[in-house]
């Protein structure tokens, strides 16, 4: 298999061409998106080059502890991201649950996915702990977050159902059934729909860097359906141990609605 | 049946005694926000006082289970609640909410006849208009077969005629089974012609903040 063509700095700057043609759309239809444009272009640059500085580091010294410490800065960086995504206040015994059901749901599905599927040898090995970790939490995080958008927007716009539910002795679980069943299916409805366009509407991103890579087609179907996979267990186990855990946070101890 | 004594909720109600006996039918009367709604919903634990003790068959009721309890004393809002589905769905619902066996579909039909309510059971129930929604969450809850009824204003949205069907119905399907019913309504006529007692909000409310 052939080795990937190396690009220059000097190719890697002329590149930079697309956004001097964005930055002279936006000035000439005078959409004030200048700023905004430069800032993103210089974040991405700066936060590539010093992501491929750390990933290097961590690639010549192939230690157990890199592997785990970049773990659980991905974590981190995801559970405060689903907080500060989402719109409404979150109840702090919410967050906990995300908190955890991210953490968990993820890392069970990661370890049966390094242990199981792939076996990385060693566990640890960088070069697929780091990139398949990241896709793992990356999806699920996105699947939590549109989670919990749709489960506290269900309990506030669908406050009467439940309540009349309540009334009638239903309980908390089956008053809510139907809120719960749609944060669900709004969670992993992404996921699905990017399993139906996979290979026809685009080429995934892990596929095109493991053929860029110089692997054959067939080699890199195989991680891109392994991946995809564990990306839809990933997403469905963090978002049920989410919205499972989750609702009760929405009733006292009496089971009436809190609100 | 119910007994309250110094129960107290934020600064909304105040109430010094209170006693509900089985089989009877209760009007709370009074006017808008003098407490009617709020003070309803502590007898089936949808509320919680924050001090005084309000017991159901002689246990405070903050000792029941809240789920059973609702199954013995159920409730209809005030606002009429549709689900999603069919007449027929809407009428099982609470059924099925409860734990309780489904009903045969002549059952069905015959409370629909009885709410004044000519529909079909396979219609969309969020097709109804406000006043066929009421009487349909009206039969939901007289299915339930229930110890006591809590109903909020549960003519609100009909005419004179079909709140007459709709109360005597009501009233006589309670006073067959012996069953208790505790009624919110600001109709002075309605409280007068179907209650056994009237319960002023005015007469039991203190309006003296928290009891010592």
């Keep these: 298999m052939n080795e990937m063509l190396e690009i220059t700095i000097w190719q890697l700057v002329t590149a930079y ?10 000035r000439w239809r005078k959409i004030p998106r200048e700023k905004e444009i430069i800032i993103a272009t210089l974040r991405m640059t700066i936060q ?10 961590i690639f ?34 919410l967050k906990k649950i995300i908190a955890i059901s991210m953490v968990s749901g993820t890392l069970f599905a990661f370890l049966y996915f390094d242990f199981i599927v792939v076996q990385f040898s060693p566990w640890y090995d960088p070069r697929y702990f780091i990139p398949i970790a990241g896709m793992l939490i990356g999806n699920s ?119 | 049946m119910f007994s309250i004594k110094q129960l107290v909720f934020k600064d909304i109600i105040t109430v010094n005694k209170l006693e509900i006996k089985s089989g ?45 309890l609702r199954r013995e004393v159920v409730m209809l809002g005030q606002d009429p609640v549709v689900f999603d589905g069919t007449v027929r769905d809407n009428l099982l619902i609470g059924l099925q909410f409860a734990d309780k066996a489904d009903v045969e579909d002549q059952v069905l039909i015959d409370l629909l006849k009885d709410l004044h309510l000519k529909k079909d059971l396979d219609k969309e129930a969020d097709k109804l208009s406000g006043g066929e929604q009421q009487r349909l969450a009206v039969g939901r809850v007289l299915l339930m077969n229930a110890e006591v009824y809590l109903m909020d204003e549960p003519t609100s949205a009909l005419d004179e005629e079909t709140e007459t069907a709709v109360m005597d119905l009501f009233t006589k399907k309670i006073r067959d089974a012996g069953k208790t019913a505790i009624m919110v309504t600001h109709s002075k006529e309605v409280a007068e012609k179907y209650s056994d007692e009237i319960i002023y909000m005015n007469d039991i409310v203190t309006n003296e903040g928290a009891l010592s």
């Design chain 1, 48 to 57: 590539l080059v010093l992501v491929g500085y750390v990933l290097m580091f």
């Design chain 2, 24 to 68: 009877k039918i209760y009007c709370l009367f009074g006017e808008s926000g003098s407490g009617k709604s709020t003070l309803l919903k502590m007898f089936n634990s949808m509320l919680t006082p924050d001090q005084g003790i309000i017991a159901y068959k002689d246990q405070s009721i903050t000792d029941v289970d809240p789920v059973q």
């Design chain 1, 60 to 93: 010549e010294n192939e230690k157990m502890i890199y592997s785990i410490i970049v773990i659980i800065i991905m974590e981190t960086f995801a559970v405060y991201n689903i907080y500060k995504r989402t719109k409404q206040t979150l109840s702090s015994e």
């Design chain 1, 17 to 26: 061409i697309f956004i001097v043609i964005l930055l002279a759309i936006v």
């Design chain 1, 141 to 259: 995080m996105t699947g939590i977050t549109l989670g919990v958008s749709s489960l506290v927007e269900g309990f506030s716009s669908r406050k009467k159902e439940v309540e009349a539910a309540l009334m009638l002795g239903a309980p908390p679980n089956k008053a809510s059934q139907g809120i719960v069943n749609h944060a669900f299916d709004s969670a992993i409805l992404p996921t699905i729909n990017s399993m139906v366009g996979m290979g026809i509407v685009f080429l995934p991103g892990m596929m095109t860097g493991v053929i860029l890579s110089g692997a054959g087609p067939m080699d890199a179907i195989k991680y891109q359906i392994a991946i995809m996979l564990g990306i839809t267990g990933s997403v469905s186990l963090s978002v049920i141990l989410f919205l499972y855990f989750g609702y009760k946070t929405f009733f006292n101890k009496h089971a009436q609605l809190k609100l």
